[in-house]
């Protein structure tokens, strides 16, 4: 054990019986970490899960200096896998550079992962869809309202059981096409996984949920023209035989399921374009029924088809609301191999291994 730091609770919690849903439990221990100028990172420690204490000037509640992660721990036969935390933890330095906040190594993030999923692997549930949220997440904790780039950082990583994360499971979902609110702009934080984003994108989201719809599709910062992705997902388009998904150039998270599923395609040899095209496009290839399926990529829902799109008052129905067979092969293809049932060729798995320590 390496953070041998552990803070032991009085009393282990009851697991949860029944429906999961998605951040309603969380286990019983999180880990915690400071950063100072001074002394780095340091005071490293697997605690209980619970409130933590902040000043009412730390300059995260003033000025959202935050970046998280989302990836999550599979359950299989008793072996528990991870799936390429190495993506998460690049792309948490690139986060946290743009936010000008302090790096964590790529071999440290994996085994303060690991060591608290390993200390927590009785919570990790294995019903058909379940498995262990793991949110990594880090935000400026020093006391100050001035506007600056803070000193002083904590670092926090809890886990949660999860089940499927829309209620509709594997079946579509209803997305409304943002013609009036933003996500992004080139030379913004687009890419960066940082809360403040988040903020930002309610309105929109609160808006499409009035009119039925789950999550929006979100288009370019500039001339709202061009498709850009999905509230917490990348959005891809099958069109005759060729994938369309935006490409990653400054406004679009970079996914890890995203480049999973790039990979998956070229097996599967459907072609893919990596451009940018327009909504109106959409529009017309929905109408000629050039437009096969459609469906959302992202650690929490796998794969989530896409059944309707709204857009300026009309609605597109796609694929008559059912799941495509390109769908629902990528999302048995990547479910597949992130809970050890299906052969890994490219790597991707990481088995947490049980050392009792
Ligand atoms: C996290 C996230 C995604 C999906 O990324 P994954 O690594 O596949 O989970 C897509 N878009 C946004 C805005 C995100 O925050």
Redesign the pocket.
Known sequence: MKYKFLIERDKLKEKPQGELGFGKYYTDYMFEMTYTEDEGWHDKKIRPYGPIEVDPSVMVLHYAQETFE?LKAYKNDGKVYLFRPEM?AKRFQSSNERMCMPKIDTEEFINIIEELVNLERDWIPDSEGASLYIRPFMFASEKNIGVKVANKYTFLVSLSPVGQYYKEGINPVKIYVEDKYIRAAQGGTGFV?CGG?YAASLIAQQRAEEMGYTQVLWLDGKERKYVE?V????AMFLIDDTIYTAPIDGTV?P????DSVIKLLDEFDVKLKEEHFTIDFLIDMIEEGRLKEAFG????AVISPIGELGYKGNSYIINEFKTGDLTKKLYDRLTGIQYGRLEDKYGWRREVKNDHC
């Open positions: 989302g998460n996984k984003n992705e509230g917490s997902m990348n998270l996914g890890v399921t995203r990529t992202g650690t929490a």
